[in-house]
Protein backbone atom coordinates (compact mmCIF):
# COMPACT_ATOMS: atom_id res chain seq x y z
CA UNK A 1 0.00 0.00 0.00
CA UNK A 2 2.89 2.20 0.64
CA UNK A 3 4.26 1.73 -2.58
CA UNK A 4 1.16 2.60 -4.07
CA UNK A 5 0.79 5.81 -2.33
CA UNK A 6 4.79 6.52 -2.98
CA UNK A 7 3.70 6.28 -7.26
CA UNK A 8 0.41 8.39 -6.94
CA UNK A 9 2.48 11.46 -5.14
CA UNK A 10 4.93 10.57 -8.04
CA UNK A 11 2.79 10.85 -10.46
CA UNK A 12 1.39 13.76 -8.82
CA UNK A 13 4.63 15.43 -8.70
CA UNK A 14 6.23 15.08 -12.14
CA UNK A 15 2.98 14.72 -14.24
CA UNK A 16 0.79 17.39 -13.05
CA UNK A 17 -3.00 17.74 -15.14
CA UNK A 18 -2.68 19.28 -18.58
CA UNK A 19 -4.47 19.19 -21.89
CA UNK A 20 -1.11 18.39 -23.45
CA UNK A 21 0.16 15.33 -22.30
CA UNK A 22 3.81 15.60 -24.48
CA UNK A 23 4.58 18.73 -22.60
CA UNK A 24 4.26 17.27 -18.96
CA UNK A 25 7.24 14.38 -18.89
CA UNK A 26 10.08 15.58 -21.37
CA UNK A 27 12.60 13.61 -19.29
CA UNK A 28 11.07 10.61 -17.96
CA UNK A 29 11.26 7.73 -21.07
CA UNK A 30 7.61 5.96 -21.44
CA UNK A 31 9.08 2.70 -20.10
CA UNK A 32 9.76 4.20 -16.58
CA UNK A 33 6.02 5.86 -17.11
CA UNK A 34 4.69 2.43 -17.87
CA UNK A 35 6.33 0.64 -14.94
CA UNK A 36 5.07 3.37 -12.13
CA UNK A 37 1.56 2.67 -13.71
CA UNK A 38 1.61 -0.80 -13.14
CA UNK A 39 1.86 -0.29 -9.52
CA UNK A 40 -0.86 1.73 -9.46
CA UNK A 41 -4.16 0.69 -7.98
CA UNK A 42 -7.13 0.42 -10.38
CA UNK A 43 -8.97 3.06 -9.18
CA UNK A 44 -6.10 5.44 -9.33
CA UNK A 45 -5.77 4.21 -13.11
CA UNK A 46 -8.99 5.01 -14.10
CA UNK A 47 -8.66 8.59 -13.05
CA UNK A 48 -5.39 9.02 -15.28
CA UNK A 49 -6.99 7.54 -17.73
CA UNK A 50 -9.01 11.27 -17.92
CA UNK A 51 -5.59 13.18 -17.93
CA UNK A 52 -5.32 13.05 -21.82
CA UNK A 53 -5.73 10.74 -24.99
CA UNK A 54 -2.73 9.49 -24.86
CA UNK A 55 -2.91 7.84 -21.52
CA UNK A 56 -6.61 6.97 -22.01
CA UNK A 57 -5.35 5.20 -25.02
CA UNK A 58 -2.39 3.53 -23.20
CA UNK A 59 -4.23 2.54 -20.30
CA UNK A 60 -7.00 1.23 -22.30
CA UNK A 61 -4.80 -1.13 -24.13
CA UNK A 62 -5.31 -4.91 -23.68
CA UNK A 63 -1.53 -5.59 -23.13
CA UNK A 64 -1.60 -2.95 -20.37
CA UNK A 65 -3.92 -4.98 -18.64
CA UNK A 66 -2.10 -7.98 -18.97
CA UNK A 67 1.56 -6.60 -17.51
CA UNK A 68 -0.73 -5.00 -14.93
CA UNK A 69 -2.51 -7.70 -13.78
CA UNK A 70 1.11 -10.31 -13.69
CA UNK A 71 2.02 -7.51 -11.75
CA UNK A 72 -1.16 -7.25 -9.48
CA UNK A 73 -0.66 -11.46 -9.01
CA UNK A 74 3.14 -11.20 -8.33
CA UNK A 75 2.60 -11.69 -4.28
CA UNK A 76 0.04 -14.19 -3.87
CA UNK A 77 -0.30 -13.08 -0.42
CA UNK A 78 -0.78 -9.76 -0.70
CA UNK A 79 -4.41 -8.34 0.20
CA UNK A 80 -3.60 -4.71 -1.25
CA UNK A 81 -5.96 -6.09 -4.47
CA UNK A 82 -8.41 -8.05 -3.17
CA UNK A 83 -11.97 -7.00 -2.37
CA UNK A 84 -15.24 -9.03 -0.94
CA UNK A 85 -17.88 -8.94 -3.50
CA UNK A 86 -21.35 -9.79 -1.40
CA UNK A 87 -24.15 -10.65 -3.15
CA UNK A 88 -27.37 -9.17 -0.31
CA UNK A 89 -30.90 -9.67 -0.50
CA UNK A 90 -32.94 -7.09 -2.21
CA UNK A 91 -31.15 -6.80 -5.75
CA UNK A 92 -27.48 -5.59 -4.30
CA UNK A 93 -24.30 -6.43 -4.78
CA UNK A 94 -21.60 -4.57 -2.26
CA UNK A 95 -17.76 -4.84 -1.87
CA UNK A 96 -15.52 -4.19 0.78
CA UNK A 97 -12.08 -4.22 0.57
CA UNK A 98 -10.34 -7.69 2.35
CA UNK A 99 -7.37 -5.82 4.53
CA UNK A 100 -10.19 -3.97 6.08
CA UNK A 101 -11.45 -7.62 7.50
CA UNK A 102 -8.37 -8.60 8.22
CA UNK A 103 -6.43 -5.18 10.18
CA UNK A 104 -9.06 -2.41 10.58
CA UNK A 105 -11.88 -2.31 13.35
CA UNK A 106 -14.27 -2.62 10.65
CA UNK A 107 -14.83 -2.63 6.93
CA UNK A 108 -16.78 -0.37 4.29
CA UNK A 109 -18.79 -1.43 2.07
CA UNK A 110 -19.67 -0.25 -1.43
CA UNK A 111 -22.91 -0.59 -3.62
CA UNK A 112 -22.33 -2.05 -7.63
CA UNK A 113 -24.77 -1.09 -9.85
CA UNK A 114 -24.59 -4.88 -11.97
CA UNK A 115 -25.50 -5.64 -14.97
CA UNK A 116 -28.62 -6.82 -15.56
CA UNK A 117 -30.19 -5.43 -12.97
CA UNK A 118 -33.77 -4.83 -14.51
CA UNK A 119 -33.43 -8.58 -15.60
CA UNK A 120 -34.34 -10.10 -11.99
CA UNK A 121 -32.42 -11.43 -9.06
CA UNK A 122 -29.24 -12.63 -9.61
CA UNK A 123 -29.29 -15.90 -8.44
CA UNK A 124 -25.65 -17.11 -8.44
CA UNK A 125 -22.27 -15.84 -8.36
CA UNK A 126 -20.24 -18.33 -10.23
CA UNK A 127 -16.83 -17.26 -9.61
CA UNK A 128 -14.22 -14.61 -10.26
CA UNK A 129 -10.39 -14.79 -12.15
CA UNK A 130 -8.13 -12.45 -12.94
CA UNK A 131 -11.29 -9.46 -11.77
CA UNK A 132 -13.66 -10.87 -13.87
CA UNK A 133 -16.84 -11.79 -11.69
CA UNK A 134 -18.89 -14.44 -13.85
CA UNK A 135 -22.83 -13.88 -12.52
CA UNK A 136 -26.25 -16.27 -13.28
CA UNK A 137 -29.43 -14.89 -13.62
CA UNK A 138 -32.02 -18.17 -13.82
CA UNK A 139 -34.87 -19.49 -15.64
CA UNK A 140 -36.50 -22.01 -16.17
CA UNK A 141 -36.39 -21.44 -20.17
CA UNK A 142 -33.07 -19.82 -20.42
CA UNK A 143 -30.44 -18.05 -18.21
CA UNK A 144 -28.89 -14.85 -18.64
CA UNK A 145 -24.81 -14.69 -17.64
CA UNK A 146 -22.55 -11.57 -17.40
CA UNK A 147 -19.23 -11.48 -17.17
CA UNK A 148 -18.66 -8.32 -14.98
CA UNK A 149 -15.23 -6.23 -14.11
CA UNK A 150 -16.87 -4.44 -10.94
CA UNK A 151 -13.36 -2.60 -10.87
CA UNK A 152 -13.25 -0.92 -14.25
CA UNK A 153 -17.52 -0.94 -14.59
CA UNK A 154 -17.04 -2.82 -17.96
CA UNK A 155 -19.64 -6.02 -18.22
CA UNK A 156 -20.51 -8.04 -21.53
CA UNK A 157 -23.95 -10.25 -21.51
CA UNK A 158 -23.17 -13.77 -23.30
CA UNK A 159 -25.47 -14.09 -25.97
CA UNK A 160 -28.64 -16.83 -24.25
CA UNK A 161 -28.87 -20.27 -24.98
CA UNK A 162 -32.16 -21.70 -23.73
CA UNK A 163 -32.63 -24.84 -23.15
CA UNK A 164 -33.55 -28.00 -24.99
CA UNK A 165 -35.49 -30.00 -22.91
CA UNK A 166 -36.89 -30.15 -19.71
CA UNK A 167 -33.90 -30.42 -16.99
CA UNK A 168 -32.59 -32.08 -13.66
CA UNK A 169 -30.45 -29.71 -13.03
CA UNK A 170 -27.85 -26.87 -14.37
CA UNK A 171 -24.68 -26.12 -13.06
CA UNK A 172 -21.86 -23.35 -14.36
CA UNK A 173 -18.41 -23.03 -13.88
CA UNK A 174 -15.72 -19.60 -14.57
CA UNK A 175 -12.21 -20.23 -15.68
CA UNK A 176 -9.24 -19.56 -17.85
CA UNK A 177 -7.75 -21.25 -20.55
CA UNK A 178 -3.83 -19.98 -20.30
CA UNK A 179 -3.21 -21.64 -23.86
CA UNK A 180 -5.51 -20.25 -25.82
CA UNK A 181 -5.70 -16.85 -23.38
CA UNK A 182 -9.35 -16.98 -23.41
CA UNK A 183 -11.72 -16.78 -20.50
CA UNK A 184 -14.81 -19.43 -20.73
CA UNK A 185 -18.15 -20.60 -19.02
CA UNK A 186 -18.82 -23.93 -18.69
CA UNK A 187 -22.44 -25.21 -18.62
CA UNK A 188 -23.51 -28.65 -17.82
CA UNK A 189 -27.17 -29.73 -17.56
CA UNK A 190 -29.05 -32.85 -16.59
CA UNK A 191 -31.56 -34.16 -18.53
CA UNK A 192 -33.48 -37.32 -17.99
CA UNK A 193 -33.29 -39.56 -21.41
CA UNK A 194 -35.08 -43.04 -21.04
CA UNK A 195 -35.08 -42.82 -16.90
CA UNK A 196 -31.11 -42.65 -17.52
CA UNK A 197 -29.25 -39.32 -16.65
CA UNK A 198 -27.45 -37.46 -19.66
CA UNK A 199 -25.16 -34.02 -18.51
CA UNK A 200 -24.69 -32.25 -21.93
CA UNK A 201 -21.94 -30.10 -21.33
CA UNK A 202 -21.69 -26.38 -23.61
CA UNK A 203 -18.60 -23.81 -23.70
CA UNK A 204 -18.85 -20.59 -24.01
CA UNK A 205 -15.27 -18.71 -25.25
CA UNK A 206 -15.33 -15.00 -24.62
CA UNK A 207 -12.55 -14.86 -27.79
CA UNK A 208 -15.05 -16.59 -29.94
CA UNK A 209 -18.15 -14.82 -28.71
CA UNK A 210 -19.85 -18.35 -29.10
CA UNK A 211 -21.29 -21.91 -27.51
CA UNK A 212 -20.05 -24.85 -28.25
CA UNK A 213 -21.21 -28.30 -27.16
CA UNK A 214 -18.60 -30.59 -26.00
CA UNK A 215 -18.31 -34.30 -25.06
CA UNK A 216 -21.40 -35.35 -22.52
CA UNK A 217 -19.96 -34.96 -18.73
CA UNK A 218 -19.00 -38.91 -18.09
CA UNK A 219 -20.30 -38.90 -14.06
CA UNK A 220 -23.14 -38.02 -12.12
CA UNK A 221 -23.69 -34.46 -10.11
CA UNK A 222 -26.59 -34.23 -7.86
CA UNK A 223 -26.55 -30.70 -6.83
CA UNK A 224 -26.11 -27.57 -8.95
CA UNK A 225 -22.94 -26.03 -7.02
CA UNK A 226 -20.61 -24.17 -9.53
CA UNK A 227 -17.55 -26.14 -10.47
CA UNK A 228 -14.29 -25.05 -9.17
CA UNK A 229 -11.47 -22.96 -11.24
CA UNK A 230 -8.05 -24.57 -10.65
CA UNK A 231 -5.19 -24.50 -12.65
CA UNK A 232 -6.98 -24.32 -15.99
CA UNK A 233 -9.40 -27.09 -15.11
CA UNK A 234 -13.18 -26.86 -13.25
CA UNK A 235 -13.67 -29.77 -10.79
CA UNK A 236 -16.54 -30.68 -9.15
CA UNK A 237 -17.82 -33.59 -6.44
CA UNK A 238 -19.30 -36.33 -8.56
CA UNK A 239 -20.14 -39.86 -8.45
CA UNK A 240 -19.94 -42.87 -10.26
CA UNK A 241 -23.71 -44.38 -9.51
CA UNK A 242 -27.12 -43.13 -8.34
CA UNK A 243 -26.12 -44.97 -4.86
CA UNK A 244 -24.06 -42.02 -3.70
CA UNK A 245 -21.84 -44.68 -2.24
CA UNK A 246 -18.58 -43.77 -4.50
CA UNK A 247 -17.60 -40.29 -4.48
CA UNK A 248 -14.57 -38.36 -6.19
CA UNK A 249 -13.47 -35.29 -7.62
CA UNK A 250 -13.53 -34.84 -11.93
CA UNK A 251 -12.10 -32.78 -13.66
CA UNK A 252 -12.25 -30.74 -17.23
CA UNK A 253 -9.59 -29.42 -18.79
CA UNK A 254 -10.56 -26.30 -20.33
CA UNK A 255 -7.57 -25.91 -23.03
CA UNK A 256 -7.75 -29.73 -23.96
CA UNK A 257 -12.04 -30.46 -23.00
CA UNK A 258 -10.86 -34.09 -21.49
CA UNK A 259 -12.07 -35.48 -18.27
CA UNK A 260 -9.79 -36.30 -15.61
CA UNK A 261 -10.23 -37.86 -11.95
CA UNK A 262 -8.44 -35.49 -9.38
CA UNK A 263 -7.09 -38.10 -6.53
CA UNK A 264 -8.56 -37.22 -2.85
CA UNK A 265 -6.53 -36.64 0.38
CA UNK A 266 -5.70 -40.43 1.70
CA UNK A 267 -8.00 -39.23 5.12
CA UNK A 268 -10.99 -39.24 2.31
CA UNK A 269 -13.87 -41.70 2.72
CA UNK A 270 -15.44 -42.69 -1.04
CA UNK A 271 -18.61 -43.04 0.87
CA UNK A 272 -18.78 -39.48 2.21
CA UNK A 273 -19.37 -36.24 -0.55
CA UNK A 274 -16.04 -34.72 -0.75
CA UNK A 275 -16.77 -31.11 -0.20
CA UNK A 276 -14.67 -28.86 -2.74
CA UNK A 277 -13.49 -25.35 -2.50
CA UNK A 278 -10.98 -22.72 -3.57
CA UNK A 279 -8.26 -21.18 -1.59
CA UNK A 280 -5.99 -18.75 -2.91
CA UNK A 281 -5.22 -20.51 -6.26
CA UNK A 282 -5.28 -24.17 -4.33
CA UNK A 283 -7.90 -26.59 -4.64
CA UNK A 284 -8.97 -27.12 -0.72
CA UNK A 285 -11.10 -30.32 -0.21
CA UNK A 286 -13.45 -30.14 3.54
CA UNK A 287 -14.04 -32.92 5.69
CA UNK A 288 -16.43 -32.31 8.67
CA UNK A 289 -16.84 -33.76 11.85
CA UNK A 290 -18.88 -34.10 15.01
CA UNK A 291 -17.55 -29.77 16.14
CA UNK A 292 -14.85 -29.41 13.17
CA UNK A 293 -14.09 -28.80 10.09
CA UNK A 294 -10.79 -29.89 8.73
CA UNK A 295 -9.14 -28.15 5.72
CA UNK A 296 -6.70 -29.76 3.09
CA UNK A 297 -5.03 -27.88 0.24
CA UNK A 298 -3.71 -29.20 -3.17
CA UNK A 299 -0.59 -27.54 -3.33
CA UNK A 300 0.59 -28.56 -6.57
CA UNK A 301 -2.59 -29.36 -8.70
CA UNK A 302 -3.11 -32.92 -10.02
CA UNK A 303 -0.33 -34.21 -7.72
CA UNK A 304 -2.28 -36.58 -4.72
CA UNK A 305 1.27 -36.43 -2.83
CA UNK A 306 1.07 -32.51 -2.40
CA UNK A 307 -1.82 -32.77 -0.44
CA UNK A 308 -1.49 -31.16 3.07
CA UNK A 309 -3.95 -30.31 5.94
CA UNK A 310 -4.12 -26.67 6.82
CA UNK A 311 -6.29 -26.17 9.34
CA UNK A 312 -9.11 -27.72 11.78
CA UNK A 313 -11.91 -24.75 13.04
CA UNK A 314 -14.74 -25.48 15.04
CA UNK A 315 -17.94 -24.69 13.63
CA UNK A 316 -19.77 -21.52 13.69
CA UNK A 317 -22.95 -22.12 13.08
CA UNK A 318 -25.42 -25.17 12.27
CA UNK A 319 -23.63 -28.10 11.50
CA UNK A 320 -26.26 -28.57 9.39
CA UNK A 321 -24.90 -26.06 7.29
CA UNK A 322 -21.06 -27.54 6.91
CA UNK A 323 -22.06 -27.91 3.65
CA UNK A 324 -22.26 -24.25 2.83
CA UNK A 325 -18.72 -23.23 4.73
CA UNK A 326 -16.73 -21.56 2.38
CA UNK A 327 -13.06 -20.62 2.87
CA UNK A 328 -12.35 -17.29 1.64
CA UNK A 329 -8.19 -15.88 1.96
CA UNK A 330 -5.58 -18.02 4.52
CA UNK A 331 -2.55 -15.54 6.08
CA UNK A 332 0.15 -17.26 6.65
CA UNK A 333 0.46 -15.65 9.80
CA UNK A 334 -2.46 -17.81 10.98
CA UNK A 335 -5.77 -16.12 10.16
CA UNK A 336 -7.90 -17.51 7.75
CA UNK A 337 -11.12 -15.79 6.87
CA UNK A 338 -14.25 -18.08 6.30
CA UNK A 339 -17.71 -17.80 5.43
CA UNK A 340 -20.49 -19.90 7.48
CA UNK A 341 -23.22 -19.03 5.58
CA UNK A 342 -23.86 -16.16 5.74
CA UNK A 343 -21.46 -15.13 8.59
CA UNK A 344 -17.70 -14.10 8.49
CA UNK A 345 -15.63 -15.29 10.91
CA UNK A 346 -11.94 -14.62 10.96
CA UNK A 347 -10.07 -17.55 13.06
CA UNK A 348 -6.87 -17.25 14.65
CA UNK A 349 -5.93 -20.75 14.98
CA UNK A 350 -2.39 -20.16 16.88
CA UNK A 351 -4.70 -18.67 19.60
CA UNK A 352 -7.76 -20.63 18.62
CA UNK A 353 -9.07 -17.23 18.87
CA UNK A 354 -12.19 -16.09 16.53
CA UNK A 355 -13.84 -13.14 15.85
CA UNK A 356 -16.43 -11.99 13.45
CA UNK A 357 -15.56 -8.93 11.26
CA UNK A 358 -18.18 -6.55 10.72
CA UNK A 359 -18.74 -4.34 7.56
CA UNK A 360 -20.66 -1.08 7.83
CA UNK A 361 -23.70 -1.04 5.19
CA UNK A 362 -23.88 -4.92 5.18
CA UNK A 363 -26.60 -6.62 7.29
CA UNK A 364 -26.96 -10.04 5.54
CA UNK A 365 -25.77 -11.59 2.64
CA UNK A 366 -25.94 -14.74 0.35
CA UNK A 367 -22.93 -15.28 -1.32
CA UNK A 368 -19.54 -14.19 -0.88
CA UNK A 369 -16.67 -14.26 -3.33
CA UNK A 370 -12.74 -12.88 -3.48
CA UNK A 371 -12.18 -10.46 -6.27
CA UNK A 372 -8.43 -9.42 -7.80
CA UNK A 373 -8.94 -5.32 -8.69
CA UNK A 374 -7.79 -5.83 -12.29
CA UNK A 375 -7.66 -3.50 -15.61
CA UNK A 376 -9.20 -6.72 -17.61
CA UNK A 377 -11.96 -5.89 -19.54
CA UNK A 378 -14.60 -8.83 -20.96
CA UNK A 379 -15.17 -6.97 -23.85
CA UNK A 380 -11.41 -6.95 -25.51
CA UNK A 381 -11.59 -10.38 -25.37
CA UNK A 382 -14.11 -11.07 -28.49
Known amino acids: MESQNHCSSFLHHFFPRSQNCTTTMPHIPNEIVLEILYLLPVKSLMRLKCVCKSWRLMISDPEFAKKQLIVAKKEPGNLDNLRLILHSPYLRIKSCSLPSIFYDPFGYSINHDYPGRDLGVI ?59 DYKVVRVV ?148 IDFYGMLVLYNFHRNESTSPMIYGVHHYHEVEVYLESMVSPNSYN
Open 123 to 181: NEIVGSYDGLVCICIRDMEKDTIFVWNPSIRESRMLPTRPFEQLFFLVSYAFGYDSIAD
Open 190 to 337: SCSVDELYEYKVEVFSLKSNSWRKIRNFPYLLFIDEAGKHVNGSINWAVSRDRNNDHWFIASLNLATESYQVVQQPDCAVETVKPILRVLGCQLCVMFEYDETIDLWVMQEYGVKESWRKLVTVPFYSDPFHANYAKPLFYLKDGAIL
